[in-house]
Structure formats: C-alpha cells, structure tokens
C-alpha cells in the first residue's frame, strides 16, 4: 500500500511542474475525478429533469383523460393532435420515463456523481486508478444520454414497450410504431451506457482495492466507500448480460435470429420465427433488472450512513453488521430475480425457490433500516438539508421496503402483479429513496464540489414539500393498485368498474405536480449558490472523513502536500475519555487523520 | 374526499413557511453572518416538523385505509381466493404494524434528539445482544410468512387435468381482443398452431384434428360455478396478461408456449352482484357517470350508459396501443346455464363447413 502511496505522491509533484490546463483539457475533456463527477451530476440533472417532466405529462392524462391540453400541444406535437395525447405517445412517455429515471438519473447520475468524487477523496488518493478510462467513461455516458434523447424525434416514435421492452412487442415494428427505429436507438443507447457503467465499475473496484492510503483498512473505510465498492461489483456482475440481451434482441430485429420469437402471426402473415422464447428475455433482463435496483439503492443508503453519522455526532450504529448487510443485499440481489416472473410461465417450482430468497432480502434491509433508527437515538441531531433527506430516505425506505414482502410472495403477487400497487413500491423504496439519496449527497457534499454553501432554507422547503408529496403520490397508488388497476394503461374508462377511482388519480397528479414544481427550488437553490452561495470553510460539517481535510479550492492530485495517513475509523464522533472530556478536548469528532490519543483505545469495530 | 387531505396538506405546508420565515427574523436577530450550517433554531423546528410530518403519515395512512377500503376487490369469486385473501390479511396487518412502529420511532427520535450547543450525543457503536434480537425476529416472522404463502402457492399452481372434471378452456390473445375456446364433449382440444390460420379459423385450429371438431370458439367466458375450469392460454402476436382480479387468477401469455391457470368459480355473476359489496360499489359508480353524463350532454355528447357488475378479464400486459381496451367479459353460471349458452354456440366443424359450403 505504501508503496503505491509513495508513486502518487511523485506522480502530483510531477504534475505540479507542468500546470498548463487548457478551457478543453480542465472544463471537457478532464480526467480529474472531482470534474468528471461534476459532469456526472449535471447531465444526471438534465436528464432527470426530462424524465420528472415526462411522469407529469403521463399523470394529466391519466387525470383528465381524453381531454385537450396545450402542455400536450407543446410537448407532444403531432403525437397530440388537438392537444389529446395519443396512446403510443403514453406509452412512450412511461418507457422512456421509466429508462431515464432508472439508467440515467439513478445509476449515472447518483453513483457516478458520488463514486467519482468520494472513492479517492474518502480513500485518500491522488486520483482514480485510470484517469483517462473515467474520462471515457463518462464521455460514452453523454453519448449514450444524447441518444436517447435522440431517439424521441423519431418518426414513428421512441421506444414505448415500457422499460422493460419484452419481445415480442420491442422486436415487431408491426406491432407498435415505436419498435422501429425509436427501439433500435434505445437498444444502441443502452449498449453504450452498458460499457460506460462497466467502465467506471472497473475503475471504481481497483481504486478501492488499490490506492487506499496508509492506514486505511476495509474495516475503516467510510460505508459510502463499502457502498460503491459493492455496488460496481454488482454492476459488474449483472450489467454484461443485459448487454448480451440487447444484443440477441438486435439479432432478433435485424438479423432474422429467433432467440425471443416463435410462432407468431402478425398484420396478417406468421413469421419464419421458429423456438425461440420470451421467457429467456425476461430471465436475462431481470439478471441485471433486479440487481439493478440495488446498484440504484446501495449508493444512496451508503450516501446516508456517511450523512447520518456525521449529522448525529454519533457513531453509525452497527458498523460490521452494516458492512455485512451490504453484502448480503448484493449477494442476494443475483439470485432473486425470478419475482418479477412469477406469473411469466415459467416453472411454478422456480416460483417457490425465488419466493424463499426474495423474502430472505428482507432480513439485512430491515437489520439496516434498525441501525439507521438506532443511530438517530441519544445523537445530537444536526438538521441540514443533507440530513432530512436521509431521514426522509430511512421513511421511504421502510414504507416501500414493507410492500415488498407482498409482492415478493409468489402467492400474493397473482393479483397485484402489474397492477398499480407494483408502481407504488418500487417508486417509494427505489425511486423515491434514491432520489433522496441523490439530494443529500448533493447538500452535503456541495462544499465540496464547488467551494460554497447552498441556501439551507431553499433546502428546508425543497425537503418538506418533496416528503409530503412523495407520500401523497405514492402511498393513495397503492390503494388504486389494490383495486386491481393496471399499470401502463392509457385511460380506464373503458372499465366503469374503475370509475370510482378516479377522483384518486386526480388526487396523486395534484401532489405529482406539486412535488415537480417544488424541485425547481432545488434547481434554483444549486445554480444560484454555484455562483453567489456563501464560501464554504473548509470542514462545514465537522466531518471525520478525508475529504474535508483537502483545500475548498481544487487541486489536481487532491492534497497539496503528502496525502495524509489514517490513524481511526470514520466515525469516531462524541467519543470520550474515561473523565467524560472528548477524546480532543472541546471537540466532538476526531478525524480519521487524527493518532490514537494517551489512553484512548481502538474499538474493534 | 380530497378536500379533507387538501387542506391538511396546505395546514402543514402554511405552518412551515410561517416558521421558515421566523428562522429567517431569528437568525439575523443573532447577528451571527448566516453560515448556511444548521444552527440550534432550525434544529429545534425542523425536529418539531419531524413530528408533525410523522403525524401528517399517520393521517395520510388513516384516510387512505377507511376512504379507499371500497377498493379493495369484494370476496373472492374463486375457491382459492379464499386462501390468497386469508394470507393477504396476514400479510397487510404484519407491515402496517411495522410500519407504525418504525415510523414513528424515527421520526420521534429526529424529535426528541434535535440538537443544540448542549447536548452531548452518546458514543454507542455496537451492541450484539440488540442486532441478534432484530435479526431474528424478521427471521422467524418471514420463516412463518414463507412457509404459508409457499403452501398455498403449490396449491394453486398444482393443475390436475385427470382430477375431478375440469372444464377445460383455452384462453386466446390477440392485439387487442380475446378468444374462448371450449374443448367440447370430448374435453380434449383439438391441436393449434398460428400457421393454421386462415379464413374464419382465425385462431388457427388444426382442422385435421378430429379432437378438433367439437370446439367451441367464443368471444365471451362462460364458467360453471362449483367446477374446476383450466385455462390454456395462447398468444399469436406478443406477450398479454391473462388478469382476473376477483377470482385472485393472472398468467402471463405467452407466443410459443402453452401457459396455464385453474381456479374454481364459487359465486356466480348474479350472486356477486346482488352482494351488499357490489350493490353499494354499482350505486356509486352509477352517481359518477350520471354527473359525467350532464357533462356530455351539456356538451352535445351522448351519455354514459349505466353501469352493471359484470366479471371481466383484462390484459395486464403492454400489448401495444390499445392495451388499455383488451378485455372479455366473464359469466359464472349454474351448470344448466352454462350447458345450455354452449349447446348454442357453433362447433369448430360447424364453422368450417359453413365457410367450405360458401
């Protein structure tokens, strides 16, 4: 390790020399992880903006269906004539949502942000293992991003065989206009945001395994480090067999293969497609599909482990059985994929065996969400933005996290698979949780990022208002869904059974339109305070961890002198001596660069 | 209804501007230039909105189990949906129970716990007796939740075709309608395939399977009550869901392969539509669409037809454009009913020689 910690400090001195930085090589084409984690974060922005946009135009028409609206005039053009939404344009806005906020906001957006900036500032390293692998890592996320946004002007449409897209309706232009040429670009975005996330997981795992500085064991790494370590493995593990499913389905499409097709008669011909199954789409899109969901959701419970800890000045409560339940989570995470096809046809036994290691998920989560309540106990709860989110994410995270034990159980999926009560879960414990995580991590590390403080007011209110909506969107879904409403349907007045429920759906568009209108808060608040936000000191939040002992003012290789040595575990807040005094008298952290102090003993943590 | 939630909504979102606003007056009162860190102020209202918050969830939760529980779908229609609702139950009152406790420690701790200058937190980082407790627990809770559902699970999906004397249906999809297909006295269907479509076998029947002749091809379905019924289901274009919430039944469907489903219809649609359940839910919906209908008709439009309780089948998976409007209606009937509505259907034969004779 020391070893490696010596070359880097020759490779910065090196680099000191030569300081040339062109607008090009600093602002564009960067290699420091702390810019490429910038551009992460923004092009995360801009394409979460799309997608929120996107849910409010599918939730007024789900309102007020049938009715004309300029927005859709606007928006949709001639997929809106006379500003009614058509129904291919529905389901292309609920698919290219669901891809959005899932791949691009989620997975690039919070853990390429975050892993980018925190790996090698919480580790203590000049850099990232490859600089230039980041860089172009992050340059085929744009690529992948522009295409996809792309892929809506398109003349029959984008995508709309939701986010999933089964074959046969993602392989069939005959079956709907948006599996033409909107379907071949999804898939080419897809592959390319493939091999950028393999990218950047590479180099995240070797950055972790490799440039710890002196003294940084894995038993006193910060958990957002534990969090991201595991999470690029999981991306490793699941991310190149979606890519093989794309592939076949490209095959499929454009090559006259039948991995996904067989005996189908469609606009009055049956195909040549002969022994093919739809059933092995679903087998290799859920082996990434589900893992997915934690690579979404590790970050951001690891994002709030590091915010909570510091905000309650208190040590993060169960730190091995935390590390551990990570793992679990992801082990598990590879081998439970089979309950999203319970009612897919394949083997009811297959059913049983997914059913048994679904619910046994459920064990390290709650042993988390138990943790997070007992940290909270006897702190000193320090209420910034930052920490109200990851409140805020610990609620949601139950509240979804609950239903899970519903739908994970093969018997009781029958009659809510599909239906809106699915929307409500996976919204709550992964959407919305994420999403928390993602605004936490902004507040607190914005310091950081950009050398000023954000507006805590404009960040009290974006908090509030997003929590109140949240619930008032999600948890009335799960009462529609229990009525036995299906997801992904354009209007229900087709069914006047449904009738009754539709005072609900203008209830929850409501709150959606309001928890929308608030984000712009969060967008004024964070473009605002990168120009006039009050500078930031060094360490704003009393934090133990390595990157607050760097300069507010970046520089290439992080520290301008040594790169500093770790001496404790991260969270080392309120510890006291026998006498009752702080361990560093008149402070209650100690930072991980500080020595073990007279008579102060290391816990084994 | 919204009204009610509404107004708590702006009650709460009032009450925090006002306070944001007195942080603002308090802070500069201070004098202290403001450092965007939280100070001993918001600490102290932002734990009490905590608290507040917490108490909005606890509203929001009530109003939604006593508003909303007409959604939930009456008594199950199918044998067993009995089972499946019994574990439903379970299940429901399990989470919520963890959910009000969970919530609400969370939130009350933030409350309780709000920090100030001084305040000293404790150093507690571990405590193994207390993590084996929340270990096990979940454990043996989710031990005794698998075993049941895993119980009930084999008993639906264990489809005997040689037990009793089960109906045996095939279930059709097609962008963007279904098809019935009975087996006929023989209980045997006759073999199919999309390459034998053509003309009026539209669902491509093997017309040289004698098991064949007798099928009887319907767009609605018909099901005795008190029998086991055994869907086959099958698809000629892309992937549909055979959905029927009130018998708790869904299977996926699937082009190139046979999936299936059973169930035993226990009411039939006469008995379910005279249950207080139904007969309150028809009455409600019935004074929604005559208020939509002055709507239209003020417009110039026609109005809604009233609505009757009928059982259906929907499509609950994305099939397309007009995946919103996939569905069949379903009656459950006595055997003589149901004897007699499939005497006066056509048999497959009768359909072909009625096109050969053309």
């Known amino acids: ?605 | 209804m919204t009204v009610f939630l509404t107004i708590i909504v702006i009650a709460l979102f009032g009450i925090t501007i006002w306070q944001m606003s007195k942080i603002v007056n308090l802070s500069q009162g201070v004098g202290i230039p403001d450092s965007q860190i939280a100070n001993d102020e918001d600490n102290n209202m932002q734990g009490k909105i905590m608290l507040a918050f917490v108490a909005f969830l606890y509203v929001l939760m009530g109003y939604c189990f006593i508003q909303y529980r007409s959604y939930f779908l009456p008594e199950t229609a199918s044998e067993h949906g009995i089972e499946y609702d019994r574990l439903m139950m379970i299940s429901v009152v399990l989470i919520m129970i963890v959910q009000l406790i969970t919530q609400v420690l969370l939130h009350f701790f933030a409350y309780k716990y709000r920090g100030n200058k001084d305040r000293k937190a404790l150093f507690y980082a571990d405590n193994d007796k207390l993590e084996f407790i929340w270990t096990i627990i979940p454990v043996i809770v989710l031990a005794g939740l698998i075993i049941y559902g895993l119980f009930t699970w084999t008993d639906i999906m264990n489809i005997d075709e040689n037990e009793g004397d089960p109906v045996i249906v095939e279930l059709y999809a097609k962008q963007f309608a279904w098809e019935a297909r009975y087996a006929g006295k023989d209980s045997e269907l006759g073999k199919a395939n999309v390459r034998f479509i053509q003309g009026v076998n539209t669902i491509g029947v093997d017309a040289s399977d004698p098991y064949a002749m007798d099928d009887v091809i319907a767009n609605e379905l018909h099901l005795p009550v008190g029998r086991k019924v055994i869907f086959k289901m099958r698809s000629q274009d892309v992937l549909h869901s055979a959905y029927m919430p009130h018998f708790r039944a869904q299977m996926n469907v699937v082009p190139g392969m046979i999936t299936e489903f059973a169930y035993t219809p226990i009411l039939t649609t006469e008995e379910m539509r005279q249950s207080d359940y139904m007969v309150e839910k028809v009455q409600t919906i019935n004074e929604i669409r005559k208020e939509k209908s002055k709507e239209l008709v003020a417009k110039g439009d026609e109005p809604l037809e009233p609505y009757t309780f009928d059982y259906y089948l929907l499509c609950n998976k994305i099939c397309g454009a007009s995946h919103y409007n996939m569905q069949m209606k379903i009656v459950v009937e006595s055997e003589e009913d149901y004897n007699a509505w499939l005497k006066k259907q056509k048999t497959f034969k009768e359909v072909i020689s009625a096109q050969a004779a053309n």
Do not use: C
């Not at chain 1, 009811?348 to 390290?364: C, D, E, K, M």
């Not at chain 1, 003012?553 to 510890?575: L, M, Q, T």
């Open chain 1, 1 to 605: 390790m020391s070893a490696t910690a010596v070359h880097a400090d020759d490779h910065a001195h090196e680099h000191e020399h030569h300081h040339k930085e062109t607008f090009i090589t600093k602002y564009i084409f960067s290699i420091d992880h702390k810019m490429i984690a910038k551009q992460y974060l923004i092009t995360g922005l801009i394409m979460g903006t799309i997608g929120i946009l996107m849910s409010i135009l599918f939730r007024i028409q789900l309102a007020w269906p049938d009715e004309s609206f300029t927005i859709f005039e606007i928006f949709l053009g001639k997929w809106a004539p006379d500003g009614v939404m058509d129904p291919n344009a529905y389901l292309a806005l609920v698919t290219i949502h669901g891809t959005i906020m899932v791949f691009f906001v989620l997975t690039a957006g919070l853990s390429g942000t975050f892993s980018n900036l925190l790996i090698p500032l919480q580790i203590g390293a000049r850099d990232m293992a490859s600089g230039f692998m980041n860089m172009v890592s992050y340059w085929l996320f744009f690529l992948s991003s522009v295409i996809m946004v792309m892929s809506l002007f398109v003349e029959a449409g984008p995508a709309a065989a939701g986010w999933t897209i089964y074959p046969p309706l993602s392989a069939l232009p005959q079956a709907m206009g948006g599996s033409g040429a909107g379907m071949t670009l999804w898939l080419v975005s897809m592959a390319i945001f493939i091999a950028s996330s393999l990218l950047g997981s590479l180099n995240y795992v070797v950055t972790v395994l490799n440039l710890r500085t002196k003294g940084m064991s894995m038993t006193r790494m910060p958990l957002t480090i534990w969090a991201f370590f595991v999470t690029a493995i999981i991306g490793i593990v699941s991310f190149p067999v979606l890519l093989s499913a794309a592939l076949l389905l490209i095959m499929d499409r454009s090559f006259g293969t039948s991995f996904f097709l067989s005996d189908i008669y469609i606009s009055g011909e049956v195909l040549h497609n002969q022994g093919g199954s739809p059933v092995l789409f679903e087998h290799l899109f859920w082996f990434l599909g589900h893992p997915e969901v934690y690579i979404v959701l590790l970050p951001a419970l690891g994002i709030t482990s590091e915010i909570i800890a510091t905000n309650a000045r208190k040590p993060i409560f169960g730190y091995r059985a935390m590390i551990a339940s990570i793992l679990a989570i992801a082990f598990l995470s590879t081998i439970v994929w089979g309950h999203h096809m319970f009612v897919s046809g394949m083997n009811p036994f297959l059913g049983s065996v997914f059913t048994f290691t679904t619910l046994l998920i459920a064990i390290p989560s709650a042993v988390k969400a138990f943790n997070y309540i007992t940290t909270l106990w006897k702190g000193n709860l320090q209420f910034n933005p930052a920490m109200l989110f990851s409140i805020g994410l610990v609620s949601t995270f139950i509240t979804g996290g609950l239903t899970g034990i519903i739908l994970g159980d093969s018997t009781l999926d029958i009659n809510v698979h599909d239906t809106y009560f699915v929307v409500a879960h996976f919204h709550l414990v992964m959407g919305i949780s994420a999403l928390y995580g993602l605004f936490a991590g902004v507040y607190h590390w914005f310091p950081k990022m950009y050398g000023k403080m954000m507006n805590k007011k404009l960040g009290y209110i974006h908090f509030w208002f997003t929590a109140i909506g949240a619930y008032g969107v999600f948890f009335p879904m799960h009462f529609v869904g229990m009525a036995g409403l299906p997801r992904r349907y354009y209007n229900n007045t087709n069914f006047p059974y449904f009738d009754d429920l539709q005072d609900t759906n203008v209830l929850i568009t409501m709150f959606a339109i309001m928890t929308a209108l608030v984000q712009l808060v969060f967008i004024y608040n964070f473009i605002h305070s990168i120009f006039y936000g009050k500078k930031a000191e060094q360490n704003p939040w009393k934090s133990n961890t390595l990157e607050w002992t760097t300069p507010v003012e970046h520089i290439h290789g992080n520290w301008p002198g040594e790169i500093p040595e770790v001496h404790r575990w991260a969270y080392d807040y309120s510890k006291t001596r026998e006498d009752g005094e702080y361990v560093i008298p008149g402070q209650d952290y100690a930072p991980q660069t500080i020595p073990l102090q007279e008579n102060e003993e290391e816990l084994h943590h």
